[in-house]
């Protein structure tokens, strides 16, 4: 069988080009992976030395605040000793623009101020006092009204609630005393608790009256019994006075 030796000899040459074209992709291709490493290790050291660029130049900057804000005491004293070195002249107006003269005249009119303002404020203090006082006279007052009508009425809670909250036993100032009102309407337990609490038993009314003679006009015997023990351990050889 004869071979086409022409046809052979294109087969040869595109075998040839072909396995040159394929070395050459196989070249390009690790020529394309060292120049991205390349170009990659580029762009890295760049940035480092960006960063590091940026990083000086703010620690430059930081230092620089920090000799700025050092530095802003010992300037300050340097001008108010220059300022106190050269005094106030007569007309001499400061950067604030206010003459010697009118600065003397403000700090008075603080002062006149501050004076004004502590004599308001303790005016008020004394106000306040004195309110409190009349608020305190007035709730006592209030407690002993509710303390007699608590009494009169036989409310036991009520009589044990405000004298547990400060109301007097005896107040000096009614001329019937608690016990008196709470016998008059024949409440035995609030009498009980009245001598209990050291309600005085010889005390007279505005008639004149003790505690045992309303007792002894009221029906209720066991009321009777109770100021009448009471009287005789108070003055056990005295006779009661009617």
């Keep these: 069988m004869e071979v086409d ?6 087969r040869r ?4 080009i072909e396995g040159m074209s394929g070395k050459q992709s196989r070249r390009g291709k ?11 290790r580029v762009i890295r050291e ?6 590091k660029e940026s990083i000086r130049q703010a620690r430059e900057a930081e230092l620089e ?7 802003l005491p010992n300037r300050r004293i340097q001008e108010i000793d220059r300022e106190v070195r050269s005094g106030f002249k007569k007309k001499e107006k400061r950067k604030w623009g206010i003459s010697r003269k009118i600065l003397r005249r403000v700090v008075r009119w603080a002062i006149l101020i501050g004076v004004i303002a502590a004599v308001i404020g303790i005016s008020a203090v004394v106000r306040g006092r004195r309110e409190a006082q009349l608020q305190a006279q007035l709730a006592a007052e209030e407690a002993v009204r ?4 608590a009494a009169s009425e036989g409310n036991l809670q009520m009589v044990q609630y405000l004298v547990d909250e400060g109301a007097p036993i005896e107040p000096p100032d009614y001329r019937t ?18 001598l209990a609490e050291g309600a005085d038993v ?16 009221r029906p209720n015997l066991a009321v009777r019994r109770v100021v009448t023990e009471a009287f005789a351990e108070a003055s056990p050889e005295g006779s009661p006075v009617r």
Excluded: F, Q
């Design 5 to 10: 030796r022409g046809a052979l000899i294109l």
């Design 30 to 40: 690790k020529e394309e992976k060292i120049l991205d490493e390349v170009r990659e």
């Design 65 to 71: 605040a920090l000799k700025e804000i050092s530095d």
């Design 146 to 149: 509710n303390l007699y009508e």
């Design 177 to 194: 005393s608690l016990l008196h009102v709470a016998v008059t309407g024949s409440h035995l337990d609030v009498v009980e608790y009245l």
């Design 202 to 217: 010889n005390r007279t009314d505005s008639n004149g009256h003790t505690v045992i003679y309303l007792a002894e006009e």
């Design 46 to 51: 760049s940035m480092n030395l960006k960063e």
């Design 13 to 16: 040459k595109a075998g040839l």
